[in-house]
């Protein structure tokens, strides 16, 4: 079969591999959607997850499909059913520096008895959208670690899939009052499809003036400062996160989900005296389940921009190495 593999900084290749065989505790998944992830993007530039390594990396962890095989030792899979891959589930680290990749026809999933690897999604969810499971985790977890309530304000940097997923997770569990703030205006259109009360453009003067006017001031020391109660940084402009430190009101807090691969300062003064609350977030609830609950109510295809077949991978990766071309980028290795 054909599997999308890294063999350096920026090779990327199709290579002919064999037809996955399950040991006696593993699962064979026919690979129905794999989105493009942001970190698919920096892994080609760097040549592996950190690196390039002795091996090929193969991509892919971002997926929905059907079980086709299951070893003698694997209970509560069979054969037909519809799944969704947590990709770090039982160490595999599945299209993060794991022997194994979902961009691909067929995906060997290891130690998948073990549970915690693949989950049961309804016959009714269509597997595009239960692809967004694990972008929509990540969303989600920035939501979590932010601590938002039902009635905070609320300002999400950058409207890529991960800020989109962020914005959905707000408004799905009733939070009103949220801004969404990018450069593409597609983006920004998908962000107001999936909830978001108003969307700034970051290329415009005046931003925080238009924070300022959606969620009011709160005085600091004599000076207005914005009213949201909380930010989530899923841009990766990295000078964002000064600019909230400066901008916040005090006890507010600020999530940060977007990669950061340099340094970023802190002024640890204004963290200080405005009592500001920074919490990193990655990968996903502990319950993986929540995703796959969430997409069964509501209906998230606004995210999805485009669909490439395996053959046109190299054309995907252009579009999702733009961010003004729109959202989530699938591959449907089997359409």
């Known amino acids: ?33 794999c989105g493009i992830c942001g970190s698919d993007l920096g892994y080609i530039k760097l040549g592996g997850v950190a690196g390039p390594g002795p091996q090929p990396t193969p991509l892919g962890h971002e997926l929905s499909g059907v079980v086709e095989a299951v070893g003698a030792e694997v209970a509560g899979l069979a054969p037909g059913q519809r799944v969704v891959l ?18 691909a026809a067929r995906l060997l999933v290891r130690n998948a008895g073990q549970g915690g690897s693949l ?23 920035a939501v979590n670690r932010a601590r938002v309530t039902v009635k905070d304000k609320v300002v ?11 914005t959905a997770t707000l408004h799905y569990r009733g939070v009103e009052d949220v801004v969404v703030v990018d450069l593409s205006p597609r983006r920004l259109a998908i962000a107001q499809a999936l909830g978001a009360r108003e969307v700034l453009h970051a290329g415009h003067d005046g931003v925080w003036t238009a924070i300022r006017e959606l969620h009011g001031t709160v005085p600091v020391l004599g000076a207005p400062m914005a009213g949201s109660d909380v930010y989530i940084e899923a841009s990766g402009h990295s000078p964002l ?22 340094p970023v300062a802190v002024n640890m003064l204004l963290l200080m005296m405005k009592q500001l609350s920074i919490a990193g977030s990655m990968a996903y609830p502990e319950d993986y389940s929540e995703m796959v609950q969430m997409l069964g109510e509501v209906d998230l295809s606004a995210m ?32």
């Open 1 to 33: 079969m054909q599997q999308v593999n890294l063999h350096g900084p920026g090779d990327v290749r199709i290579d002919e591999v064999p037809d996955p065989t399950p040991g006696p505790r593993d699962a064979i998944v026919r690979v129905e959607a």
């Open 86 to 103: 947590n990709p770090l589930g039982a160490g595999n680290h599945i299209g993060n520096g794991g022997s194994e990749g979902g961009f």
């Open 119 to 141: 989950f049961p999604i309804p016959d009714a969810l269509p597997f595009d959208q239960a692809a967004l499971a694990e972008p929509l985790g990540v969303g989600m977890q």
């Open 156 to 166: 999400v940097f950058g409207a890529g899939p991960i800020g989109l997923a962020a």
């Open 241 to 262: 996160i000064g600019e909230v430190l400066g901008q916040a009101k005090s006890e507010a807090r600020l999530a940060v989900v977007a990669l950061h691969r340099e």
């Open 304 to 335: 999805i921009t485009h669909r490439f077949p395996l053959a046109r991978f190299e054309e995907a990766l252009s579009v999702a190495r733009d961010p003004s071309a729109g959202g989530k980028v699938l591959i449907e290795p089997n359409a």
